[in-house]
């Protein structure tokens, strides 16, 4: 407190408001972040028999069936046994489709039950929001693959390309991640949803390569598989465990990143806009 001229107390000058738009948090709200992204791992990890144990379980019986039923008769496929051949792109297929299942049940729930607010309230920009519930989906999906990976490349004597396999899990885990973001908004029930899931997710990842090399396909289906950006995430596994692919990893990951940036873009502009989320 300081004195005027005249000698009376004046009160201290208030500090300037902060302007519109400007969070006391900063930037980032790096805590909320954290906790958001805390919260979207400790879910399916509460529940590791249904989010991790299943699909591993699953991806073993797949490998397990078609050794059974085919076996060598199938002969090589690139140059590799069949079973080799298809061991990547089984890891594949279990990583999109729970990176898929971890951000469209979280959000499908709380629209359910009604508790999205708790979410929504919270100083969070749309980019946390977004980037949280990817890294319950990308965290999923590597906690998925590396039990796998481990058993595929046991089998397999080595991982030719490590670093590719690392990328192809993350862009993809992210890609799908990002696309059931999007599948939660639109959807008003768990129907709808699993409509999305069945009719669309699992063709496209069951139709891109997983079981056979396309070259083997007609050429309208050949080209209309190049336009799959999940064809692309199924071959550049491949790439990196077996050394072999239909296409240039090159060029699926530009394709994968381009597809990731442009689903990830529209997640923002709902977050922004709160499209559909308080339905």
Same mark, same amino acid.
């Given at each position: 407190?300081?004195?005027?001229?005249?000698g009376?107390?004046?009160?201290?000058?208030?500090?300037?408001?902060?302007?519109?738009?400007?969070?006391?948090?900063?930037?980032?709200?790096?805590?909320g972040?954290?906790?958001?992204?805390?919260?979207?791992?400790?879910r !399916?990890?509460a /529940?590791?028999?249904?989010?991790?144990?299943?699909?591993?379980?699953?991806?073993?019986?797949f *490998? &397990?069936?078609?050794a059974?039923?085919?076996?060598?008769?199938?002969?090589?496929v690139?140059? /590799?046994?069949?079973?080799?051949?298809?061991?990547?792109?089984? =890891?594949?297929?279990?990583?999109?489709q729970?990176?898929?299942?971890?951000?469209?049940?979280?959000?499908?729930?709380?629209?359910?039950?009604?508790?999205?607010?708790d979410? +929504?309230m919270?100083? *969070?920009?749309?980019?946390?929001?977004? *980037?949280?519930?990817?890294?319950?989906? #990308?965290?999923?999906?590597?906690?998925?693959a590396v039990?796998?990976?481990i058993?595929?490349?046991?089998?397999?004597?080595?991982?030719?390309?490590?670093? $590719?396999?690392?990328i192809?899990?993350? =862009?993809?885990?992210a890609?799908?991640?990002?696309?059931? #973001? =999007?599948?939660?908004? /639109? &959807?008003?029930? !768990?129907?709808q949803?699993?409509?999305?899931?069945?009719? #669309?997710?699992?063709?496209?990842?069951?139709l891109s390569?997983?079981?056979?090399?396309?070259?083997? +396909?007609?050429r309208?289906?050949?080209?209309?598989?190049?336009?799959?950006?999940?064809?692309?995430?199924?071959?550049?596994?491949r790439?990196? !465990?077996?050394g072999?692919?239909?296409?240039?990893?090159?060029?699926?990951?530009?394709?994968?990143?381009? &597809?990731?940036?442009?689903?990830l873009a529209?997640?923002?502009? $709902?977050?922004?806009?709160?499209?559909?989320?308080?339905?």
């Amino acid at each position: 407190m300081t004195q005027s001229r005249q000698g009376t107390p004046s009160r201290p000058a208030k500090p300037a408001p902060a302007g519109m738009g400007v969070r006391r948090f900063g930037r980032w709200n790096m805590l909320g972040l954290y906790t958001l992204a805390q919260r979207e791992m400790r879910r !399916f990890l509460a /529940v590791w028999t249904q989010t991790l144990a299943a699909p591993l379980i699953t991806a073993g019986l797949f *490998l &397990a069936v078609f050794a059974l039923a085919i076996g060598p008769a199938r002969g090589d496929v690139m140059g /590799v046994p069949f079973i080799q051949f298809l061991a990547p792109g089984i =890891l594949m297929m279990t990583v999109i489709q729970n990176a898929f299942a971890n951000t469209s049940s979280s959000i499908m729930t709380a629209k359910v039950q009604g508790n999205i607010v708790d979410t +929504l309230m919270p100083p *969070l920009s749309p980019a946390e929001l977004l *980037l949280g519930y990817l890294a319950g989906a #990308i965290g999923r999906g590597l906690f998925v693959a590396v039990p796998i990976g481990i058993a595929t490349a046991f089998f397999l004597g080595g991982v030719a390309h490590p670093f $590719w396999a690392l990328i192809y899990v993350v =862009l993809g885990s992210a890609f799908m991640g990002g696309v059931g #973001i =999007l599948t939660a908004i /639109v &959807a008003t029930k !768990f129907d709808q949803q699993a409509a999305i899931s069945n009719f #669309i997710i699992q063709p496209l990842s069951f139709l891109s390569g997983t079981f056979y090399s396309i070259e083997a +396909l007609p050429r309208p289906i050949y080209f209309a598989t190049h336009a799959n950006p999940v064809f692309y995430l199924i071959d550049g596994a491949r790439y990196g !465990f077996i050394g072999r692919s239909d296409s240039s990893p090159w060029l699926g990951l530009g394709v994968c990143a381009l &597809a990731t940036a442009l689903v990830l873009a529209l997640g923002w502009h $709902w977050f922004r806009s709160g499209y559909r989320m308080k339905e």
